[in-house]
C-alpha cells in the first residue's frame, strides 16, 4: 500500500536555509503536496507540485521531485521564526476516488 | 468566518462515555474527511464522505462511527470513549470536481483536542 515516510525533526538557525525530506511509494501519485501546521491550528496547503515536474519555485520555497528515487524535498530559503511549524509530506493517486495519503511529519524549530 | 469550523474545540471526557464531535463546512464541498493526530504518528484517516450518501472506512475506523447529516455536516461519534482515543481530531473537506489544481487540496478545521480519562 501507499506510504509517506519523513524524519520527524529538523532545526536550524534563522536565515539558514531548512530541507525537509519526504519518501513515497506510489510512482502513479499525480499530485505531491507539502502542508504546513502552525502551533494550535489545522493543516493548510503550503505548495504542491505536480508529477511531471522536476522543481517548482515559489518564493522563499523550493520543491524539488525525483520520480525516479520517488523523493520530494521542500526548501525555505532564509528561514524565519514563523517557519517553525509542522510540515507534512502527502501524496495522492490519479482515481478521483482516492484520499490523501500523509507522512508523519516534521517538525521545523528555527532559533534566533 | 471559517469555511470549516469543529466544535468542541477542546473536551474532556471519561471512560466509556459516549462523545460527539460536530464538523460544519460553508465551503460546499461533497468531500469530508475526520482525522486524528497523534505525535509521532501523523494525521491518520478514521472515516470519509464522498458524498451525503457515502460513508467509507478509513486507516483507523474501529471504535468510531460517523454520520453526513447534509452536505455541510459530518459528524464523528466515539460510541464509549477509552483513554487511547485521546488525540487532536481534524475535520477536513475537498472538491476535485470545482477545486483547480491541485484537484486533491484539503481544507482543514481548526481541531479538537479530546482527552479521554
Excluded at chain 1, 46 to 67: A, E, G, H, P, W
Excluded at chain 1, 69 to 98: M, N, V, W
Excluded at chain 2, 3 to 31: A, F, Y
Aim: proline share 5%.
Amino acid at each position: 500500500g501507499e506510504d509517506v515516510e519523513q524524519s520527524l525533526f529538523l532545526s536550524v538557525r534563522e536565515g539558514d536555509s531548512s530541507v525537509i525530506n519526504c519518501t513515497y511509494t506510489d510512482s502513479s501519485s499525480t499530485y505531491l503536496y507539502w502542508y504546513k501546521q502552525e502551533p494550535g491550528a489545522g493543516l493548510q496547503l503550503l505548495t504542491y507540485i505536480f508529477s511531471n515536474m522536476d522543481m517548482k519555485q515559489d518564493q522563499r520555497l523550493t520543491v524539488l521531485l525525483n520520480k525516479k528515487d520517488k523523493h520530494l524535498s521542500l526548501r525555505i530559503a532564509d528561514t524565519q521564526t514563523g517557519d517553525s511549524a509542522i510540515y507534512f509530506c502527502a501524496e495522492i493517486p490519479p482515481s478521483g476516488y482516492s484520499t490523501l495519503t500523509f507522512g508523519k511529519g516534521t517538525m521545523l524549530l528555527v532559533s534566533p | 468566518d471559517a469555511d470549516v469550523t469543529q466544535t468542541p474545540r477542546n473536551r474532556i471526557t471519561k471512560t466509556g462515555k459516549r462523545i460527539m464531535l460536530e464538523c460544519s463546512q460553508t465551503k460546499g464541498h461533497d468531500r469530508m474527511y475526520w482525522y486524528r493526530q497523534d505525535p509521532g504518528l501523523g494525521l491518520r484517516l478514521i472515516y470519509y464522505s464522498f458524498d451525503v450518501k457515502d460513508i467509507n472506512k478509513g486507516e483507523i475506523s474501529d471504535g468510531y462511527s460517523v454520520s453526513r447529516q447534509a452536505q455541510a455536516k459530518f459528524s464523528l461519534s466515539l460510541e464509549s470513549a477509552i483513554p487511547n482515543q485521546t488525540a487532536l481530531y481534524f475535520c477536513a473537506t475537498s472538491d476535485p470536481g470545482t477545486s483547480g489544481p491541485p484537484w486533491g487540496e484539503q481544507f482543514f478545521g481548526p481541531g479538537t483536542r479530546l482527552t479521554v480519562l
